[in-house]
């Protein structure tokens, strides 16, 4: 598809399992995003990808949370034991450059955390 | 460090009132980028409108405006004569600049009654 592509769309899970989330950002799209969004509360920032770039981690809450992006392509959000306090909406964004250019979403991925 | 304001976290209308949504912003860069997002009750984000820091021109889109002023670091948003499709969370958001990422608000909730 055209779009930016996240998966699964919904995960529920038992607190302390692991959980990797997807996303396939537009095709030639060099910056990636992950967010995370409580019900009702603004987008928290978690990562940034661009390019070749060292990523721009600043925003992972603990280190319980990893991401990676392969071949400037697509990128796995991992959070390990996970806790209730995780279950939230995380969303994946892509666009054609830095900070410069419109951020394209995915529909997100909503979790929720046993 | 970059900043971007919503003060208004709700606001409820009737349907063909008009309405403005504000955003303050703060950055030391001289080279940056405002934009707006909607996320409708379907809850993907979607792109709006996208200025840089060099045209405070004003822009209108339809019934959608938009008052870009440096002066007051401020780029607020007007629906003239609303529809309840109108009704969503609007974030406004900054990039470009070193930082690289976007720094979005943390949204206006807007209701549109019929």
């Known amino acids: 598809g055209a779009g930016v592509s996240q998966s699964p769309s919904n995960k529920v899970t038992e607190k302390g399992k692991d959980v990797e989330l997807r996303c396939d950002p537009i095709?030639?799209?060099?910056?990636l995003y992950w967010y995370r969004q409580s019900l009702g509360q603004g987008l928290e920032f978690l990562i940034y990808?661009?390019?070749?770039?060292?990523?721009?981690k600043s925003g992972l809450p603990s280190d319980r949370f990893s991401a990676e992006r392969t071949g400037g392509s697509v990128s796995t959000l991992t959070i390990q034991r996970t806790q209730q306090e995780d279950s939230a909406v995380y969303l994946c964004?892509?666009?054609?450059?830095?900070?410069?250019?419109?951020?394209?979403f995915g529909d997100g991925t909503r979790l929720s955390i046993l | 460090a970059q900043k971007v304001t919503q003060a208004q976290t709700e606001i409820s209308v009737v349907e063909k009132e008009d309405v403005t949504l504000d955003c303050v912003y703060e950055?030391?860069?001289?080279?940056?980028?405002l934009f707006w997002y909607k996320q409708p009750p379907s809850g993907e984000l979607v792109f709006l409108i996208r200025?840089?820091?060099?045209?405070?021109q004003n822009e209108i889109s339809g019934r959608y405006s938009w008052n870009f002023q440096k002066s007051t670091s401020s780029f607020n948003f007007t629906i003239t004569a609303s529809q309840v499709v109108d009704s969503a969370v609007y974030f406004c958001?900054?990039?470009?600049?070193?930082?690289?990422?976007?720094?979005f608000g943390d949204g206006t909730t807007l209701t549109v009654k019929p």
């Open positions: 958001a900054l990039g470009g600049g070193n930082a690289g990422k976007s720094t």
């Open positions: 990808f661009q390019g070749n770039s060292a990523p721009d």
């Open positions: 950055t030391r860069d001289t080279t940056y980028y």
């Open positions: 200025r840089n820091s060099f045209d405070e």
């Open positions: 095709s030639g799209h060099t910056a």
């Open positions: 964004a892509s666009s054609v450059d830095r900070g410069y250019q419109p951020q394209h």
